[in-house]
Nanobody
């Protein structure tokens, strides 16, 4: 059974930083594409960043050089460092996992429960 457990969310003021972490279990960690999506109130879920094993990271339109995704292989974890946060980064952030290949616009099949990020001005 695949489990994705997010941590590290919370509230921060604009300009601040947060590091989200997602612990993955029940999957072949080294083969899966791991990533982060987010959903703001009243909006569709969108890609933040995703990272295939041994491949190049793909970032969504919200990045603008502010986010960095990385894998911590020893801990079967994927992290998202978010800097220079803005109020429009507020939303629920979801960890996502899927099998290759990487297909544009198609997330993986597995989702975490989501974690709230709130950025105040």
């Amino acid at each position: 059974q695949v489990q994705l457990v997010e941590s590290g969310g919370g509230s921060v003021q604009a300009g601040g930083s947060l590091r989200l972490s997602c612990a993955a279990s029940g999957l072949a960690y080294y083969t899966y594409i791991l990533g982060w999506y987010r959903q703001a109130p009243g909006k569709e879920r969108e890609l933040v960043a995703r990272l295939p094993r041994g491949g190049q990271a793909e970032y969504g339109d919200s990045d603008q050089g502010r986010f960095t995704i990385s894998r911590v292989n020893i801990a079967n974890t994927v992290e998202l460092l978010m800097t220079n946060l803005r109020p429009d980064d507020t939303g629920v952030y979801f960890c996502n996992a899927g099998t290759p290949p990487l297909v544009a616009g198609r997330p993986g099949d597995y989702w975490g429960q989501g974690i709230q990020v709130t950025v105040s001005s």
